[in-house]
């Protein structure tokens, strides 16, 4: 298929906001688009270097920053569907393309001739005419290209491009193989009295998920990405919770073709190698040498600093569990018997809450609620636009003078097409320069019944919230430069917003507003909430121990010189002698996730990078603080944040921003608070 004209990626989408014209491509469109848009780039940058001028910003970042754009569009369509919805022809294409991306991202960010120009303003900064954008554009792009290797002799430059071309291969084969043995584990129960303690929507959609795979009578239960099952909170049935957490635990490990070991290790070892090329001691260290932590020490001093309050919370809570359950707490039991302890200390059953947690009033009495106080916007559904799937539901987005602000799209449900987890990721990026709005997904995985309302759970509550925080800040940013759109921000930053909205998931008029019951329409009682507020810092020793392992986890095998990553490792053994350096090794209390489907870590993007979460959590823990300080859910504190940190995207030193917004570096006093680690 290499007719231009009959491919809807080559052309201009007639749709609003330039939205993909989903209901017109077909996976053979990809590659011819691809390949296409490969050329074009390529010829754009080289139209650059030809120019026998000394180098301008008008001559060389303008059209830097306007080149690109078809490859822009079409990767970022193609990607979209390729992580909601995998099917074996969208894998065998994302196959095909990991090698040819890797390689055209090196021909840019390697391309001598360009970094050349590009130094030359660098060299130049200070007598230029520029605004703080366009200054902070060229220390931007001169400074990701030295990280990159630009800087490199052709040698160099030749392993470097092989070992990214190795690296982008492997990490989709990782990618691959969690997802089809995440399908392949889901657990399968003959009757329902096994699954007793969960919800009749929740049964339904366990049968729902049986027959889809032609399992007429039974109840399917698939995983999901961390290790711990929301149902393990439910399932009275030890033997249920234990097959489920059996089947968690082994994904992606059992000596079959789905196997990651291998797969890791070899990723390991050559972004081992490459941090080396590049003259980093460890991969840890040229990753944070490009954040705003600085260095791996100042990541491990944190994780360090937090890990023995946690460990020591987490036995406390440990020894609260066996003794209200009368026995031994194993990693299978301690949700379920967290819930019995919590009923009776706080007299909240968070499974009993789902009836308030209508899935729609969720996002429209809650999300959109919280959002239209705060920030002035409203939210229209768009029936007549079609999104990368049926399920996903498209939404106008306006500021409150009527002016139009971009699209937000809901991908809400679960698929065995679907990777796991929760995200949040542009199909269009604003940009004044481009002319174009933001157009944002946020994807969660929940159960969908057969029939009725969906119920959502506590969790996935919060998780709404959480991931609408990231799609505010891409529909926020207001810049220039496409490099600079929406959540191109410091890895180390991008989920301080989305942790921040948080906040509004139990403030009392935003809860008031939503929380109403499914069949009565009465509010969630006060006494409800005062309890859900006072338990705020229940079974954290525990939550923050299964994040902080994993962190620890990603740090250690990215913390490996080459020479140490050569060695002949056993993951398992690597993985048992890491979390126990950090003091992170009860058994009852598991990483959130291990090494053999650590997507975030592996292959989705937070290589040396998931320490960011905690990280950012300083700042929104100190955040919400003000918030409370300055009166709440107000349209002066809204404003004040979307235009001094959501509304500047990447266009600024993001702790520049913050300082802006906060009047002082953050401090970490509310984080320990909240988690309860001040005592």
Do not use: C
């Amino acid at each position: 298929m290499t007719d231009a004209s009959a491919n809807p990626l080559l052309m201009p989408s007639p749709l609003p906001y330039q939205l993909p014209d989903y209901a017109h491509i077909q996976p053979g469109h990809y590659l011819p688009a691809f390949e296409l848009a490969f050329e074009e780039h390529l010829q754009e940058i080289s139209a650059i270097t030809r120019v026998r001028s000394m180098p301008t910003f008008e001559n060389t970042m303008v059209p830097l920053e306007s080149s690109g754009r078809l490859l822009g569009d079409v990767a970022r369509a193609f990607y979209t569907v390729a992580s909601s919805d995998a099917t074996d022809e969208i894998q065998e294409i994302e196959e095909k393309l990991a090698p040819l991306m890797a390689a055209h991202g090196d021909a840019i960010q390697l391309d001598g001739a360009l970094y050349a120009r590009i130094s030359m303003l660098h060299d130049r900064l200070d007598t230029l005419d520029l605004d703080a954008e366009q200054r902070y554009l060229i220390q931007r792009w001169h400074r990701e290209m030295t990280h990159a290797g630009a800087a490199l002799d052709d040698e160099a430059k030749t392993r470097l491009t092989e070992l990214n071309t190795q690296l982008s291969t492997l990490t989709t084969a990782f990618d691959k193989n969690l997802l089809s043995d995440t399908n392949e584990l889901a657990v399968v129960f003959d009757d329902a009295s096994e699954l007793d303690g969960l919800s009749e929507g929740e049964l339904s959609a366990a049968a729902q998920a049986a027959a889809d795979r032609g399992l007429e009578g039974k109840f399917l239960v698939t995983l999901v990405l961390p290790t711990g099952h929301p149902y393990l909170a439910s399932l009275n049935d030890r033997d249920a919770r234990e097959r489920v957490m059996t089947a968690s635990r082994s994904r992606a490990s059992r000596g079959n073709e789905n196997d990651n070991r291998a797969t890791l290790l070899q990723i390991v070892r050559l972004r081992a190698e490459r941090s080396a090329l590049l003259g980093y001691a460890s991969h840890a260290a040229y990753i944070t040498a490009d954040e705003t932590a600085g260095t791996p020490e100042a990541v491990h001093d944190l994780l360090r600093r937090l890990a023995v309050p946690a460990a020591r919370n987490a036995s406390r809570e440990q020894a609260a569990l066996e003794a209200s359950a009368g026995t031994g707490v194993s990693a299978a039991d301690w949700a379920f018997y967290t819930e019995k302890v919590r009923q009776a200390e706080y007299a909240i059953d968070t499974a009993a809450l789902r009836p308030w947690f209508e899935a729609e009033r969720v996002l429209r009495d809650g999300v959109f609620f919280a959002a239209t106080k705060l920030y002035g916007i409203t939210f229209t559904e768009r029936d007549d636009l079609r999104a990368h799937h049926p399920d996903a539901r498209v939404f106008e987005v306006h500021n409150d003078d009527g002016s139009p602000q971009g699209l937000y799209i809901l991908d809400l449900y679960t698929r065995d097409t679907k990777r796991g987890g929760a995200w949040m990721n542009s199909i269009v990026d604003q940009s004044v320069l481009r002319g174009t709005k933001a157009v944002v997904v946020n994807n969660l995985n929940v159960s969908k019944p057969a029939s009725g309302p969906t119920l959502l759970s506590f969790d996935e509550v919060n998780t709404l919230f959480h991931e609408f925080g990231h799609a505010l800040h891409g529909l926020f940013a207001t810049v220039t430069f496409p490099h600079f759109a929406g959540t191109e921000v410091f890895r180390d930053f991008v989920e301080f917003p989305s942790q921040v909205n948080e906040m509004w998931m139990l403030w009392p008029e935003v809860l008031d507003n939503y929380a109403k019951h499914l069949e009565t329409g009465e509010s969630l009682p006060t006494d409800i909430v005062e309890k859900l507020h006072a338990s705020e810092a229940f079974n954290q020793g525990f939550e923050t121990s299964e994040y902080l392992a994993a962190a620890w986890l990603d740090q250690a095998w990215h913390s490996l010189s080459q020479d140490e990553a050569a060695a002949d490792l056993d993951v398992a053994g690597f993985e048992a002698s890491a979390l126990a350096d950090i003091g992170l090794d009860n058994p009852a209390v598991p990483t959130r996730y291990s090494s053999t489907y650590f997507q975030h870590v592996f292959s989705g993007g937070y290589s040396a990078g998931y320490y960011s979460y905690i990280w950012s959590e300083v700042l929104d823990a100190d955040t919400v603080e003000w918030f409370k300080e300055n009166g709440g859910l107000t349209r002066a504190n809204g404003d004040r944040f979307r235009s001094l940190l959501l509304g500047v995207g990447g266009s600024k030193d993001p702790l520049e921003a913050y300082r802006d917004f906060r009047g002082r570096d953050a401090d970490i006093a509310p984080l320990l608070k909240r988690r309860g680690l001040d005592g």
